[in-house]
């Protein structure tokens, strides 16, 4: 796929860098990108994602090298490129007030696109993006997959040589994503060029090349496969039920750069091409024969940028921090109704959750997920139905409930003008801990989730992980014996995520009740259950196997994705529950 | 410049203003409430200050000259005084505004032609109804029995303009420039930052809209805007407080048109200076709503000042509309006599557009 | 526990809000600076013209003796009526006095001249008072001239509390009162909404802590600061020579009372907002009447019956009551108690609405 003459390179960036002030955001960035590509940009946060994009956008001045877009330079002929180009920047860039319609036609105008072309390609694109129903509701309240296919649209309605996505799918749920990627290939197969950035290693995987960029530089251009490739022979897993100990093991092995804790198996890599040690072999024997396993795209991130701080997390000792005395049904929901006048948010969901459980709720964009937990949590008064949480009947005893609960919103709630250490000090004076309980819990807290050493640091110039990582820390310090998670990894690079997941599973070991909603669906191997909402009903509650073995036909291979889409898109989407 | 593209910047910032229950709240109520405090609490007529009186005659005499203050409506007799001692507590309590005491004799002195004196004691603390009720009292007591007497100069006094000297025609007009400098620029700066906020300006950036057709599309519909509370406040004060009109309305209309755009301009410099709505807020609020009331010239004539704040006052552009209104609505002026102030305004404008649109480059950073 | 970690909290974010502390510091004492020397009811250089047709010594002498003073200064001599009203009309001039050909002719005679006096009457506040200037400088040249003219009664006006009757004092006490109300009403206002779009609140939510904790969380950092600025404003009373003729701790006491009832329009303003914009926005179309009906703009006493009825409603006019009060007349709590009170009781009814606005928000 790589440009084959001087006509097709659509993009061509040599030597380009960009600083803010002292900080040097991309440094060398050289790229080319030919006609007709789906190229993927992948990184963590702060890579400076965000910012190639916008020199290549020409909305920013690179400081350094230069970049010629569809043949224009960015920085002298900026407006020639603004004019060619579509742009969709990260977050939501819809008018709130306006509807899906006006909204359209205002993208269509600003671009000069005449009324009869208009017309036509506007019939198109909401058929494509199944917004046809929509047309005259106010942008505001779409769902965020809704949302996300019109600001796809209004970018696709001049058809642009050039497509720039930031983040194409943050926070939109796997359905909606896939009407996305549906609409990107057939305007690629027209000859569009399409550049992406994005945090979801499979939607990399559909890219036709990827970019590495790690620290403001380019690691590595090159297609998925050849990209895996480089992991090739370093990746193994364990399959066992005494993860725990595997970590333990792992953790003091040098040689492992890398570890996944599944929810029935162990996934690491190894720094050693030549395959794993004899004396590593030997330790994990006994727990489970380690076997070779087929790298994915993280491996193959993780083998260019494996370094010290990546490392697995060393061990914290849970025994000494185990949460009072867990009831061992942790959460038991009967018949939850929520209703907000003739609309149902949440329709009849009952479910039972044991302590040290970990189950992830999937389900499309306004499936009903967080106003449940909401329920759960007491921040929302259900209209019918009851729920013990931790033991306590929640309709009575709301004010004890809240204290033997943790929450971690998707918007990673604190306070930003506070340092780690007094956000810390905060919540936890919040729940009533305070002199040498406090200091214990947030002594206890800190190297658990791995926030060490940034006491003094303000939490608003945190990135994005290390904020995660602190809301959790806040969520967990008086040791509740249920946590709720909402989308906690939404926006977080795929290596925080990772270790974030590692420190899941340890506190579920601990005999917390862990209950986590999320629209990765590569997560769900974390879970040991898994509930889908769809439409305001549990369609579906069991173990992944459980769920893979009730469809019809049954398909043990079945990835999440598809047993996903499976009980969605079937008919009787309402049938009962398994497992 | 594209009309076309223009024509839709205009139409999505129509739509969305409109649908913004909050913002248009405001911005058509807020002219009028401020129009009727203004127009019916700021007058320096005294109407029923609270008089407390202290009678040491009770004489035909001291009756007719009490009678002669209560009759009056810009006083309201309170309180009868007892004592001396008593006048302190009732103006310490603030019970009363002012006292009057009649000195016993004052009867017998005045048959006997003596010209004999009565006090009024009036609280200082707040210095305006102080000087109102003191100048009134004088009036009065001045006034009292007063036979014509021969003076070494007469005066003869004409009042152009407003000869009834009703505060509202003056305050009115005024009031123009000051509503179209405390809202226009806040509605706009919030207007521009707001997409600056939700990320909505990168795509403006990455189209082929230029700087200048965006400002020039967010100017129209908050200009409209403008005008119409200029229109509202106009009508009202013609209509409802008969302010009188003697000049030409185009002209104001013009001028007008002037004003709102250099307003606008203001809040649209402001936008490109700042990134959030609370910054952008506080700043419109320093640079146009207080010197709006206060440097205008509306309640506080300029002429007034000490230089250099004189000089501060003509950084802004309210005091050079509240003279052209002023002008117009109650003068009948022309463009023969102001022109230096519209030539100042028509200045502004093109000096704060310019800034605004070099300000306002279509790059994040 | 939880009480004392909202507060610390509060107070580091007070502290740590560099715009909001530099806002508060400028209201209280740039802006009390700055309005205190430029704002003022007694005129002073008010524009005036001759239109002197005698050009006599005696006219002169006349002109001499109305400008020697601060009351006006001298914009010129016009050429003749033409030019006159053409300066009035474009506002060169507000006032314009005619002296006639025969002046000095009919003053010599010991008859009684007529001088005519043309006011620009579109500020009449300035006409009025230009009118007032010259009849005092009339007087007063008679007074030296011939033989008084007798009203039957002669007033004696005694101002008290502040006997030059200086605006200024009035205007640095009434801006420390408008400081305190904005501080007051913006700052919880802003917090608390602050806290709504950012999610921390709802996060407050699902830990145990009490919305009675939450609110005086609110309130207290707001309390102390406003109660705290109002020192540094006190070099500024000095500076401008106003007397503290009551007690300082009344005067903090009472200020503390007020600052209350101001918090408990902005924790209102909160309760019923969602974003930022629309708190401030409210905050603004609340404060504004509320600092018109206050007697600081306006003399109340000059508002129709049905504004000074409403005015009883805006605390800004007790606390007014108070600081003139105090500063001025030396009152006690025995002369202020009624203001006081008033001041408690809409504290608390606001704050009684706002809880139950929060209440009915909640699950």
């Known amino acids: 796929m790589a440009p084959q003459d001087h006509e097709d390179r659509i993009i061509k960036a040599q030597g380009l860098g960009r600083r803010f002030g002292r900080h040097e955001a991309l440094a060398g960035i050289d790229l080319q990108v030919g006609r007709g590509e789906i190229f993927g940009i992948l990184g963590p946060d702060g890579a400076g ?38 742009y969709m920047s990260q977050g939501f860039t819809l008018y709130d007030r306006l509807s899906v319609e006006e909204n359209l036609a205002f993208s269509a105008r600003i671009r000069g696109v005449s009324d009869a072309d208009y017309r036509q390609r506007r019939q198109r694109l909401l058929q494509m993006a199944g917004l046809q129903d929509a047309v005259n509701r106010e942008a505001r309240v779409l769902s965020g997959g809704m ?151 993280e491996n193959a991130f993780v083998q260019l940028t494996a370094q010290p701080a990546d490392r697995l997390a060393t061990t914290v000792s849970l025994r000494s921090a185990a949460t009072p005395a867990a009831p061992a049904t942790a959460i038991a929901a009967t018949d939850i109704s929520v209703r907000f006048g003739d609309f149902s948010a949440v329709n009849q969901v009952s479910f039972r959750i044991a302590a040290g459980e970990v189950v992830g709720w999937l389900g499309p964009n306004g499936a009903g997920k967080t106003t449940l937990i909401r329920v759960l949590c007491g921040l929302q008064r259900p209209s019918a139905g009851e729920a013990r949480i931790a033991g306590l009947p929640l309709a009575s005893s709301s004010t004890q409930i809240k204290a033997r609960i943790g929450y971690m919103s998707q918007r990673f709630s604190l306070y930003p003008d506070l340092s780690v250490i007094e956000n810390l000090r905060f919540f936890a004076g919040m729940y009533g801990l305070s002199g040498q309980h406090r200091r214990d819990a947030i002594r206890w807290v800190k190297p658990l989730v791995g926030i060490d050493g940034l006491d003094g640091n303000r939490t608003q110039a945190l990135s994005g992980a290390l904020r995660q990582r602190l809301a959790l820390a806040c ?79 049954s398909d043990p291979g079945a990835s999440v994705e598809a047993v996903f889409m499976a009980y969605i898109t079937r008919p009787s989407a309402a049938a009962g529950v398994v497992g | 410049m594209n009309a076309r593209r223009i024509r839709a910047v205009i139409g999505k910032e129509t739509r969305e203003i409109l649908r913004d229950p909050i913002t248009l709240g405001v911005a058509l109520l807020m002219p009028l409430v401020m129009l ?84 009024v004691v009036v609280d200082g603390t707040y210095s305006t109804t102080a000087l109102l009720a003191a100048g009134y009292a004088e009036a009065l007591v001045a006034s009292f029995g007063t036979k014509p007497s021969r003076a070494t100069l007469r005066l003869e006094t004409r009042v152009w303009y407003n000869p009834s000297l009703r505060s509202v025609n003056y305050i009115v007009p005024g009031l123009y420039a000051v509503i179209l400098l405390a809202f226009p620029p806040l509605l706009t700066a919030l207007g521009v930052v707001r997409e600056k906020e939700t990320g909505t300006i990168q795509c403006i950036f990455a189209s082929p809209l ?156 | 526990m939880r009480l004392s970690s909202l507060l610390i909290k509060e107070l580091i974010q007070f502290f740590r809000d560099r715009v909001m502390l530099l806002l508060i510091l400028w209201l209280y004492t740039v802006e009390v600076v700055i309005c205190a020397y430029a704002l ?28 020697s003073g601060e009351a006006f200064s001298l914009t010129g001599y016009p050429q003749d009526m033409r030019q006159a009203e053409r300066w009035l009309q474009d506002g060169r001039t507000r006032a314009v006095l005619v002296i006639p050909r025969d002046f000095a002719e009919v003053l010599i005679r010991d008859e009684t001249p007529t001088l005519q006096l043309l006011l620009d009457g579109s500020d009449a506040n300035t006409a009025a008072t230009a009118r007032n200037y010259i009849l005092r400088g009339l007087s007063s040249l008679q007074a030296g001239a011939g033989p008084q003219p007798s009203p039957a009664i002669r007033p004696v006006i005694r101002i008290w ?65 406003g109660t705290l600025s109002v020192f540094p404003s006190l070099l500024i009373v000095r500076w401008f020579d106003v007397p503290l003729r009551g007690s300082l701790t009344l005067f903090v006491l009472l200020t503390a009372l007020f600052l209350l009832s101001a918090i408990a329009i902005g924790v209102l303003v909160a309760a019923v907002c969602r974003t930022l914009q629309q708190a401030l926005l409210l905050a603004f179309f609340g404060l504004f009447p509320m600092m018109f009906l206050s007697g600081t703009l306006a003399p109340i006493a000059s508002m129709p019956a049905i504004l000074q009825q409403l005015s009883l409603l805006s605390p800004l006019r007790y606390y007014m009551d108070v600081i003139l009060g105090i500063f001025l007349k030396g009152n006690g709590i025995a002369d202020l108690w009624p203001q006081a009170l008033a001041l408690a009781g809409i504290g608390t009814l606001l704050f009684a609405i706002a809880a139950a606005v929060f209440r009915h928000q909640q699950p």
């Open chain 1, 49 to 86: 994602k965000t910012t190639l994009m916008q020199l290549l956008a020409a909305i920013l001045d690179p400081t350094a090298g230069q970049c010629r877009v569809l043949g224009f330079d960015t920085l002298r002929e900026s407006s020639q490129v603004t004019d060619r180009i579509g």
């Open chain 1, 147 to 297: 949302r996300k296919k019109l600001s796809l649209c209004t970018n696709l309605i001049h058809e642009p040589e050039l497509l720039l996505l930031d983040e194409l799918s943050l926070g939109v749920d796997p359905v909606s994503r896939q009407e996305l990627w549906k609409m990107l290939r057939t305007f690629r197969d027209s000859g569009m060029t399409i550049v992406l950035t994005t945090p979801y290693m499979d939607e990399a995987q559909a890219c036709d090349r990827l970019a590495f960029l790690y620290r403001g530089r380019l690691l590595a251009v090159d297609s998925p496969a050849a990209l895996k490739d480089r992991a090739r022979g370093r990746v193994y897993e364990v399959v066992t039920a005494r993860l725990e100990e595997v970590q333990e093991i792992l953790a003091a092995s040098p040689e492992v750069i890398s570890g996944q804790w599944l929810a029935d198996r162990y996934r690491f890599q190894i720094d050693n091409a030549q395959g794993i040690s004899g004396s590593l072999r030997m330790k994990l024997e006994y727990l489970g024969a380690p076997s070779p396993a087929m790298p994915d795209l």
């Open chain 1, 475 to 553: 969520a967990i310090m008086h040791r509740p014996s249920v946590l709720f998670l909402d989308e906690p990894t939404s926006g977080v690079d795929p290596l925080a995520r990772r270790r974030f997941w590692q420190l899941i599973q340890r506190l579920a070991r601990s005999g917390m009740a862990i209950l986590v909603t999320t629209h990765y669906l590569e997560e769900a191997c974390y879970c040991h259950r898994l509930g889908l909402m769809h439409n305001s009903r549990l369609v579906a509650l069991g173990t992944l196997a459980e769920l893979r073995s009730a469809l019809q036909p």
């Open chain 2, 36 to 119: 009727f405090l203004f127009g019916y609490a700021i007058s320096l007529d005294l109407r029923r200050a609270s008089l407390g009186v202290l009678d040491e005659d009770h004489s035909p005499a001291s009756r007719a000259l009490i009678e002669h203050f209560s009759a009056n409506e810009s006083f309201h007799l309170s309180r009868s005084l007892g004592s001396v001692r008593e006048i302190e507590q009732v103006l310490q309590r603030g019970q009363v505004d002012l006292v009057l005491v009649v000195p016993a004799g004052l009867n017998d002195s005045l048959l006997r032609r003596e010209q004999p004196q009565v006090q």
């Open chain 2, 210 to 365: 230029t700087s200048s057709e965006f400002i020039f599309g967010k100017l129209v519909p908050y200009s409209l805007i403008a005008l119409l509370q200029m229109l509202i406040v106009v009508s009202f004060g013609y209509f409802w407080f008969g302010v009188p009109f003697q000049g030409s309305f185009l002209f104001l209309l013009a001028a007008g048109l002037v004003y709102v755009l250099c307003t606008v301009g203001i809040g649209l410099l402001v936008s490109t200076l700042t990134r959030t709505q609370l910054t952008a807020m506080l700043l419109a609020l320093i640079v146009t709503l207080m010197p709006s009331f206060l440097f205008s010239g509306l309640l506080f004539p300029i002429f007034t000042m000490p230089a250099l704040l004189q000089l501060y006052a003509a950084i802004f552009p309210g005091v050079y509309f509240v003279e052209i209104s002023r002008g117009i609505v109650l003068k009948g002026t022309g463009i023969d006599m102001v022109w230096f102030q519209v030539a100042v305004l028509a200045l502004y404008t093109l000096a704060v557009f310019i800034l605004a649109s070099r300000r306002l480059k279509k790059k994040v950073a």
């Open chain 3, 40 to 67: 003022g009811l007694d005129l002073r250089h008010l524009p005036l013209a001759v239109l002197d047709h005698d050009r006599s010594a005696h006219s002169r002498l006349l002109v001499d003796a109305l400008t």
């Open chain 3, 161 to 225: 509390y502040n006997p030059d009757l200086t605006y200024t004092r009035f205007m640095v006490l009434s801006m420390i009162a408008l400081a305190a109300l904005m501080v007051g009403v913006i700052h919880p206002a802003a917090t608390i909404v602050r806290e709504k779009e950012l999610g921390t609140l709802e996060q407050l939510q699902v830990t145990p802590v009490r919305i009675s904790e939450l609110f005086v969380a609110k309130t207290v950092p707001t309390l102390v600061m």
